[in-house]
């Protein structure tokens, strides 16, 4: 199935080895999937080069046949490797005009933004979409600036156009607020990937985004 | 100038941030090419994708424009971003095939190998030159396997055409018999990195290894 130029990014899990309780990062992802996920962000900012390939290679063969969009975290090697829809750049990452310039006009480019100025300029230069964090305090990452608040998401929103994305401490009881304060989708890592049961986990997100899309559009 | 398609490998300088004793990269690379280094690669497995691309363009701003090529180790987008001349695989890194697909077949590709059967299997795969490691001990790479020794070196040098690089421990009381049992030129970490005087070290080393070659000629 071809992905959509312009994915759905409401429900967008990030990989992470870390949290997953000795999961592998495949079987994690196809449950998520299953229930509901429509994104998936390999991040692994610790394994070979080879071994990431291996890995980007098995999600590609899980998610291309659903229509999901993999984005690789901050490797465009990689990315570049497996034909995947995307590339995440942080702030420490390749800057926007050398990745478009080796990526081409069609992989996604998502831009982590901690600020509104971060935002615009991300924007100017040429995102896809912006990862905003952090919306809420998080353990996941411990190098992150002072969380936006849900405030700080409309401030965002307001300033610019592009598909949003939250990340940083969203968990089900909180995911309706983030889109209901402007963000297009929410992104989770420990949420799903440090579930019990990601599927179940995935599922319940997805509804209360589903619901909030809803209301938004009331 | 324009980099040689089949670049001098003689005297082949590894950065590396931890053994250069607080001065940064591009001063030790500018003190090394006066005393006659003939190839770099920047080797970096810890700093963030921006910064090592910044490192690299400042390198290339040194090495361009004296015909000297630079290599990148491992990171293919950072060798693509920056239009270095080459990149450097170990057997964790990406395999040859991708990169040669990314790369395009005007890009140095190297590879790292530590037997004879991996040194066939990068020939007959397409390395451009293999780097032979370890020839002696060394205590820059504590991850290595057993050295090659001398004989090593030799056993590689009648099996394979490619050019071929020993690293591993070689200083310049110990290079010219590196290229006297048939390697084409000597990889250096911390015998130009950590001297006192990076270009005294390049100029010492560059000396053996010329009387090698000469003596190799007769």
Redesign the interface.
């Known amino acids: 199935m071809k992905i959509d130029p312009r994915p759905d990014l409401s429900l967008y899990l990030v990989t992470d080895r870390g949290s997953s309780r000795g999961r592998a990062a495949a079987d994690i992802v196809r449950e998520a999937v299953a229930g509901g996920v429509t994104c998936v962000q390999l991040r692994d900012k610790h394994s ?4 990431l ?1 291996a890995e980007a290679r098995r999600l590609m063969a899980l998610l291309r046949p659903a229509g999901i969009p993999l984005i690789i975290n ?4 990689v990315a ?2 497996v034909q995947a829809d995307g590339v995440h750049l ?6 926007i005009a ?2 478009r ?2 990526a081409g006009p069609a992989m996604i480019i998502g831009i982590s933004v901690e600020s509104l100025a971060d935002a615009v300029r991300a924007e100017h230069q040429g995102a896809d979409y912006l990862g905003i964090s952090p919306v809420f305090a998080t353990p996941t990452k411990t190098d992150t600036a002072a969380p936006l608040g849900l405030e700080g998401v409309a401030r965002i929103r307001r300033a610019v156009a592009l598909p949003l994305v939250g990340i940083g401490g969203i968990k089900a009881d909180n995911a309706a607020a983030v889109i209901a304060a402007g963000a297009d989708g929410v992104a989770v890592v420990s949420a799903i990937v440090a579930a019990d049961c990601p599927r179940t986990a995935a599922a319940e997100l997805k509804g209360r985004i589903a619901q909030a899309r809803e209301g938004r559009m009331i």
Do not use: N, S
């Open positions: 070979p080069t080879r071994e390939i901050d490797r465009l090697d570049l490797a942080g702030q420490q990452d390749m800057d050398d990745a310039l080796l």
